[in-house]
T-cell receptor, first 114, second 114 residues
């Protein structure tokens, strides 16, 4: 029972490089989310997908794009990485409607942009 | 817009003493409230939630939280803290009318000393 799987776990990028963070869930959840975690700022929502085929901006979407590839997978892309995007990125998923546990989180991707 | 405040960056407590982590929220509508815990280099784990009903909710690992509508608070409590409770704690709020998005507080680091 893997839950939410994120890859990679660690990444170092140079300014201007691009990369895609991958996320997959095996719980048949409808909704998926990307958050970034920065010290003292908690988790801030980047993008979310309420259901397969839909994506919406969150609180801090600039510099990111997302793709909801299918019900299981939700990727986050940085087209031209900037030092301000150094952060820990978390993917999460949840069922629609009444849910007992809120979100299920992945273990995170620690990204450093130099 | 919904928001969550955790006024303490860090809480220090001696093992065996009561632990309280404070959380206040601001929403339009009825809130769904959550507490999550994050251990080092891990994703967030669900502790407990308030949806409706009894204002005192019990969750995992002996934690409980009290919903106070008049004070718009949802403080996390544990009667007797353990060293293993040392972690980062996040309060989160969701308003059903706003979809399934969670808004997180900035987090409170708990340090339980032996």
């Amino acid at each position: 029972n893997a839950g939410v799987t994120q890859t990679p776990k660690f990444q170092v990028l140079k300014t201007g490089q691009s990369m895609t963070l991958q996320c997959a869930q095996d719980m048949n959840h409808n909704s998926m989310y990307w958050y970034r975690q920065d010290p003292g700022m908690g988790l801030r929502l980047i993008y979310y997908s309420a259901s397969e085929g839909t994506t919406d901006k969150g609180e801090v979407p600039n510099g990111y794009n997302v793709s909801r590839l299918n019900k299981r997978e939700f990727s986050l892309r940085l087209e031209s990485a900037a030092p301000s995007q150094t952060s820990v990125y978390f993917c999460a998923s949840s069922p629609l409607g009444t849910d007992n546990y809120g979100y299920t989180f992945g273990s995170g991707t620690r990204l450093t942009v130099v | 817009a919904q928001s969550v405040a955790q006024p303490e960056d860090q809480v220090n407590v001696a093992e065996g003493n009561p632990l309280t982590v404070k959380c206040t929220y601001s929403v339009s509508g009825n809130p769904y409230l959550f507490w999550y815990v994050q251990y080092p280099n891990r994703g967030l784990q669900f502790l407990l939630k308030y949806i409706t009903g009894d204002n005192l909710v019990k969750g995992s690992y002996g934690f409980e939280a009290e919903f106070n509508k008049s004070q718009t608070s949802f403080h996390l409590k544990k009667p007797s803290a353990l060293v293993s409770d040392s972690a980062l704690y996040f309060c989160a709020v969701r308003v059903w009318a706003a979809g399934n998005k969670l808004t997180f507080g900035g987090g409170t680091r708990v340090l339980v000393k032996p």
